[in-house]
């Protein structure tokens, strides 16, 4: 059965949710939502799916500090963050290129990530350039560290970094090459990343999403995707755009 | 005395030059016709506070060159791409920006609200966020052993301005959901509310009404602004529009093309 | 699955001896129903969190030998005079009193609510509820010069337990102006509710009602106690019933008297 | 004009509110609630007056802490609190007497006085009964002290003492008699108060309200005021008490 891309790095993030009660998924992420969803789908309405920007698939009613004071309490079990830049000690950068005093590139922000990827579980990195220019050495501006100091308050932090060539899993300060999407090879991934990282003899084909999931995606996840991702839900899985 | 204004000038007075003001993140109600206001009375030096993010309102007051300091978590368009003239602001070092993170804007909020000095917040610690905020402090917490944690200094704005769906006369407005902007007021010396319409009666006196209202003892001035968050949303009320947004920011790629967006949507506004 | 447990005994399980439970003053919905069924199950060794005073709830539950540790700013009858049975528990040093001040059990609550290890607080320093409390810190504030200010622990209880009007069968509860028992409830580990009904439908569909939900992400067990706050009030929804108030104030005067209102009560409630 | 004691006291108290924009009134204090009343008829709405228990009279809509919160914002200008002691020092006592192990007498506890004494400019204190019991040298227990080391934040504190005999101001650590009551004398004073206090040469008597005051009070602020005390609208100025 043939599949988009969209589609395994959907079925790879749902995977990688495993089993929580709560996963939240920021704004302008439509793959992270897609996998938010389908494992809600499969889960039967477990985990809870908390999409930022949708009033449907969202519960708050304490105002925006709510997702904040949320993972506080450790109600967060998954979230989703990317980064202008992502370095191989699983550093983030939201805010800038160059010089701090005479940057060069400013991004829009670190938003909430000096703060969730300190207190969420499981955050999984997504980033679908994967090229030398986002996947660097080391960042110019770190938004929030990928490891912090045994004294320093931690209960969250990555464990896994998604591209569109493939899956690193992220463990004692390092990345490790999980397995390569479908059409991609460890070298192309070799030379397009930035940083070290550590892989096995062999590294495995990231598996296709099985027809049950594809059905499951495309029947019922993108009909919901749909009232916040639009144009997404009609590109990727031919929902009608609603005439509004 | 009823703080309703008569026009929205008259609302937006006390916002002078120099002061601090906080405004919402693009989904909790923005005053964008009380923005325009600003920018048409050629407001100055503002310290800009986006709690915690913020989208339009932030490019345009920078860009008309009305802000001198902003403190925010991100300023972006969405899915309208990067802020143009917040980006170019900062590459050409013609503001101070003090980068925060979302949770902290809200903290340091609730700290003015409930009336201490600093509060606490967990991460942070190791990020360039916080090396570059020495008004931010490490303590080691009295609870732990060994335990760093971030303290907060208090924000205190001057003014806290914002777009709600109605008002009643006795000043009370209907914020719903957005429990933030009770913080924003509880929490600025003032508080200057644009809104949609006005509600005939109190929304105080229905219980069901008045769980999602601020009391109109914590707000100043109130001016009717029909669509006032236009072309931002009004979430349960009304949609963003669109095809502004992606004019925006075509046009206010260019410092040209904002001028000309300045002319079109914002002076030109006054006159119509 | 849904929160709306079969009985209410089933849904006060998770209301283990020696916990750490939070309940409510008594205008912002104490759950009366479960407080008599925690008693006839013959409950030991709480810590009971009042936040921030109660009056027959905590009576009721000292006298009936249910706690351990009370910590809260008042315990009172109001008009109908002193808690005899709290009074006659601290005279006698039956129970371990951690004395609070109002906005001290607000602010511990919110710490955990906000993940914080502690929150600070101003007032306090030179009073006795300072000096007996060695869990609270006072600290030299960072941002001060010689400024020393109280540091309080979070208070993370183990359940929060309140009666409200209403919940839907997503387990969603109308909390109405009372916030703070959504901070509870955030605070807590776990979150029971009593309610006087089922809504039909969904709370969080309604914007309106929205604004003043405790969204069922929240509440881990629902059942319904229709008047469940009886005797005491349900603000919005029902008065005290004034005659019962006085009755019980004369009755718990005595250890003898008390033990005949539990009979007539507590216990013969649960056969009728 | 007759005029019945408690309606000197609510004269004196709205006397001493002054003008202000917010005077908050706690639980079970009738006579205070009666001044701010009066206060807010003079004023014509201003102060606006919070009634603790009265949803007519009290805007909260964020829950218990709002008044604390509220005062913490600077936002509460006037407050009412009593004490089973009240010491020379201002200090006041809601807790306990007699040895902090081992209590002779329990009160319900501090409730809010341990941080409002400190953030409401005017304190009022109350206390109807004037007696060596009442009024002691030192407190036993201090639920908050009328008066704090320089470096200790503090925007509040006590102003006045009112009591069934007469008038107290407050300053500089000490209380000062102002006013006797009519049919109490300054022999009687210091014969029943339990601390040293200043006092003029000559101490005047507390003046009498005005018929225009007895006027407002009966006819305009009992009738709001039974909404909340309908026993006490009813004993002392005769409001009906409305059958429910």
Not at chain 1, 210 to 220: C, D, F, G, Q, Y
Not at chain 2, 37 to 61: E, K, Y
Not at chain 2, 132 to 138: A, G, L, S
């Amino acid at each position: 059965m043939t599949f988009r891309p969209e589609e395994l790095l959907a079925d790879q993030i749902a995977q990688l949710i495993g089993d929580v009660r709560h996963v939240a998924v920021g704004n302008a992420s439509p793959i992270p939502a897609t996998a938010a969803l389908l494992a809600r789908e499969r889960g039967r309405g477990r985990p809870y799916v908390s999409l930022l920007g949708s009033p449907k698939n969202t519960f708050w009613t304490d105002g925006a500090r709510e997702l904040f004071d949320c993972a506080g309490q450790g109600r967060i079990d998954v979230f989703f963050l990317s980064g202008g830049q992502i370095d191989g000690h699983g550093n983030i950068n939201l805010v800038e290129i160059g010089d701090h005093a005479h940057p060069k590139v400013r991004f829009p922000g670190s938003f909430g990530s000096a703060y969730l990827y300190y207190v969420v579980p499981k955050v999984i990195l997504f980033r679908t350039e994967h090229s030398r220019r986002t996947l660097v050495p080391q960042v110019d501006y770190v938004s929030a560290p990928g490891a912090s100091e045994p004294n320093v308050f931690r209960t969250g932090g990555p464990v896994a970094l998604i591209t569109n060539r493939c899956l690193f899993s992220f463990a004692g300060g390092r990345f490790t090459l999980q397995s390569v999407h479908p059409g991609h090879t460890v070298e192309e991934v070799i030379e397009h990343t930035g940083f070290d990282f550590d892989r096995p003899a062999n590294v495995p084909e990231t598996p296709p999403p099985s027809a049950e999931t594809l059905k499951l995606m495309r029947e019922t996840v993108a009909p919901q995707l749909a009232e916040l991702y639009p144009q997404f839900a009609a590109q990727v899985f031919g929902v009608a755009v609603p005439s509004s | 005395m009823s703080q309703i204004a008569a026009t929205l000038d008259e609302a937006i007075e006390v916002i002078a030059d120099g002061c601090m003001l906080v405004v919402p993140r693009e989904v909790s109600g923005v005053p964008m016709d009380a923005t325009r206001a600003l920018i048409r009375r050629g407001i100055r030096r503002l310290h800009l506070v986006a709690l915690p993010t913020s989208s339009l309102q932030a490019d345009l007051l920078i860009g008309a060159g009305c802000v001198a300091t902003l403190e925010t978590s991100a300023v972006s368009l969405g899915e309208y791409g990067p802020a143009p003239r917040f980006t170019a602001a900062i590459l050409s070092g013609s503001i101070k920006m003090k980068d925060a993170t979302c949770p902290a804007l809200h903290a340091a909020l609730q700290a003015s609200e409930k009336g201490v000095p600093f509060m606490p917040l967990r991460g942070l610690i190791g990020s360039d966020v916080l090396k570059y905020r020495d008004d931010w402090k490490v303590i080691d917490s009295p609870f732990g052993d060994n335990d760093p944690i971030v303290l907060l200094p208090a924000i205190k704005p001057d003014v806290a301005l914002f777009h709600a769906a109605m008002a009643d006369v006795h000043g009370n407005v209907w914020l719903g959901r957005q429990r933030e902007l009770a913080t924003m007021a509880h929490a600025a010396v003032k508080t200057i509310v644009t809104v949609d319409r006005i509600h005939p009666g109190n929304l105080l006196d229905n219980p069901t009404f008045a769980a999602g209202t601020l009391p109109g003892f914590y707000v100043d001035r109130i001016a009717l602004t029909e669509r006032g968050a236009w072309p931002l949303p009004l979430p349960d009320y009304y949609a963003a529009d669109a095809a502004h947004l992606a004019e925006y920011a075509k046009m206010a790629a260019t410092e040209e093309g904002f001028a000309e967006y300045l002319d079109k949507y914002v002076y030109e506004k006054q006159a119509a």
